[in-house]
């Protein structure tokens, strides 16, 4: 992974010739219709199809699993997880898990303060194409303080995970999980993490000779060990306040549509199969704040990390060595809007197919501070304000072409505002210059 930490002004662009994924998932909100199970959640009581949830693990859903959880006293041979990761047995019990075990649609509804939808077909599943879940959320609230909200376990994997195969585009129309957004809809999932924990009759030698293997581990509150998709019909909302991690892939992720804003204390997003995943944007709106922890990056593909068109801001934490926008093979901005902030950069594909800039400052600017680009004329084209304080700023939008750009620090905006970033402005105060640049074909810079 490239990695630029030089606190100087300047700005880049390149030119992309690849097209990513253009296939969207089918999905019961935007594709072809099929019989949903209803699951209305409450503390009071949990129903499926009107009627109370079932505790047979032969039904489609069912409540009566053990939930995965880091237990607290445990020693070194249980797993790698500190105090601060550990959880009672009484905090564990006030949580009620409820599983899919079957493929079909499912639409949740209503507000559990401890729960959570794990997701779990068997391990043969992933094997089987039609092993497929489609879970909508349409005013659901998911509450879990010891591990992630939503959890897939197994369910069909369209993906191949040999480096082999490894390329930018992937088409995850076909994977196992599709997590819908239903029309006018308001989610909210407040998610916890496990700590890694040991397969059991892990020794002491093992540990010694670096033998232990994993059991169990979730970072996020959205976590799942197959390829998914998210996608929205008109006005779907999800808001993620993560512990941890928000959403995490252990292979590929697909977002298509709709507004998911990202609260985190770490990573906002990750797809974590090494040198392999990909986390790809086709459209929608997109808010990762990974401020409220000590790191944690925008958005963070340990293997490709492509943008094809939506809305993107992507705010690192202010203090560690982070991006906005992190990728471990390769980062490719083809279309929509993005805005990325961080203390690190990590190198943006010359195989783009839009236009970027990198900007990148001396000082550290503050999370109030607006910065606003005009072109040669001093027009202005775009404005922006951050969450968390940042060095390297990475923009790219339709509105940027080949030509000479002017960068100011201003203390106020008049125009279209959204989601930090301002357009059609019409009036600013007080521009101090900060610095200007001839962008070129390629990012020549001059």
Request: proline share 2%; charged share 25%; hydrophobic share 35%.
């Amino acid at each position: 992974m490239e990695k630029i930490n030089r606190f100087l002004l300047k700005m880049m662009i390149v030119v992309f010739l690849l097209t990513g994924c253009s296939n969207e998932p089918e999905n019961n909100e935007t594709g072809e219709k099929q019989e949903e199970i209803s699951i209305v959640l409450s503390d009071d009581g949990i129903f499926v199809d009107n009627k109370g949830i079932s505790e047979e693990k032969t039904a489609a859903v069912y409540i009566g699993a053990d939930i995965v959880y880091y237990e607290e006293g445990k020693g070194k041979t249980y797993g790698q997880g500190k105090k601060k990761d550990s959880h009672s047995k009484e905090e564990a019990d006030k949580h009620t898990v409820i599983t899919i075990a079957q493929p079909g649609t499912y639409r949740v509804s209503g507000k559990i303060t401890y729960g959570q939808i794990a997701v779990d077909l068997g391990k043969e599943s992933r094997e089987n194409e039609k092993a497929v879940v489609n879970l909508i959320l349409d005013n659901a609230e998911i509450n879990c303080s010891v591990a992630p909200a939503i959890v897939v376990y197994n369910a069909y994997e369209c993906g191949s995970r040999k480096e082999k195969d490894a390329n930018p585009v992937v088409d995850t129309t076909g994977a196992g999980f599709n997590l819908v957004l239903a029309q006018n809809s308001e989610n909210i999932i407040n998610g916890s993490y496990v700590a890694e924990i040991y397969e059991e009759g892990t020794t002491k030698e093992d540990l010694k000779n670096e033998k232990a293997k994993k059991k169990y581990k979730f970072d996020a509150s959205i976590d799942s060990l197959v390829s998914f998709n998210i996608a929205s019909k008109e006005n779907g909302r999800l808001t993620v306040n993560a512990q941890k991690e928000g959403i995490s892939s252990s292979l590929h992720m697909t977002i298509n549509s709709g507004e998911i804003i990202i609260n985190a204390a770490d990573d906002s997003i990750n797809t974590n199969k090494n040198d392999v995943s990909v986390f790809t944007m086709n459209g929608g709106t997109l808010v990762c704040n990974s401020g409220f922890g000590k790191e944690g990056d925008g958005i963070d593909s340990n293997g490709f990390l492509v943008i094809n068109g939506g809305f993107v801001t992507a705010f690192a934490n202010s203090e560690s060595i982070d991006s906005g926008l992190d990728s471990d093979k390769g980062i490719y901005l083809n279309g929509g809007t993005v805005f990325g902030s961080g203390n690190m950069y990590d190198k943006i594909s010359k195989d783009s197919g839009q236009l970027f800039m990198v900007l990148e400052f001396d000082k550290k600017v503050k999370e109030n501070d607006l910065i606003m680009i005009t072109d040669q004329d001093d027009n202005p084209v775009t404005a922006f304000r951050a969450v968390n304080d940042y060095h390297i700023a990475v923009y790219s939008s339709p509105r940027i072409a080949e030509g000479r750009y002017n960068i100011y620090k201003v203390s106020d905006v008049t125009g279209d505002l959204e989601r930090n970033i301002y357009s059609n402005i019409s009036g600013y105060k007080n521009p101090v210059l900060l610095n200007s640049y001839q962008l070129e074909k390629n990012g020549d810079v001059s």
